[in-house]
């Protein structure tokens, strides 16, 4: 009994850390694939999935399925939003690519100070943001099955 006690005391210290060190997610403005200006300070309130891709890379191809399930489930949810961020592609290639794979969620064209601010060294990236700005988890690369994660992931900070 008295051990249980303990697990639980450091659990919520643990998990209180956690929380209390979370990295602010750097704003950005970037125009988005129908031509206006999205900011991320635009979705404060709001839980916001980022996942930062290219045409040319199999890994992000690889994802599009995952990430455009992850969109249809939770647009329901107006406290949640799914932003695409391309690496730098031209409009030309990002707008083909995005009709052949059929992704109607909101894609942004990246520049080279965002993939910096978010220190993306390789894609895909992914990032989940709090209601709070702060970023909770990254995760670099993409394997199958991550979507159920970050789906878990997103629903816990809905609670």
Same mark, same amino acid.
């Given at each position: ?27 950005? $403005?970037?125009?988005? $694939? %129908? ?34 399930? =992850? ?14 961020? %391309? ?19 909101? %894609? ?12 993306? $060294? ?11 700005? %702060? ?21 816990? =900070? =809905?609670?």
């Amino acid at each position: 009994m008295q051990y249980k006690k303990i697990f639980l005391a450091v659990l919520f210290l643990a998990s209180a850390a956690v929380f209390a060190y979370a990295e602010k997610a750097p704003d950005f $403005t970037l125009k988005s $694939t %129908n031509g206006k200006l999205v900011s991320l300070s635009d979705y404060r309130g709001k839980v916001v999935f980022l996942d930062f891709w290219a045409s040319w890379c199999p890994p992000c191809r690889a994802s599009v399925p995952a990430v455009k399930e =992850l969109h249809k489930n939770m647009s329901r949810n107006r406290d949640v939003v799914v932003l695409g961020i %391309n690496s730098n592609e031209n409009e030309k290639t990002v707008m083909k690519f995005m009709r052949k794979m059929g992704m109607d969620y909101a %894609n942004l064209y990246s520049n080279n100070s965002v993939m910096r601010d978010y220190r993306i $060294t390789g894609i895909p990236a992914f990032f989940i943001i709090d209601k709070r700005g %702060n970023i909770v988890k990254k995760y670099g690369g993409y394997g199958r099955g991550m979507e159920k994660e970050w789906h878990r992931e997103i629903m816990a =900070l =809905l609670r």
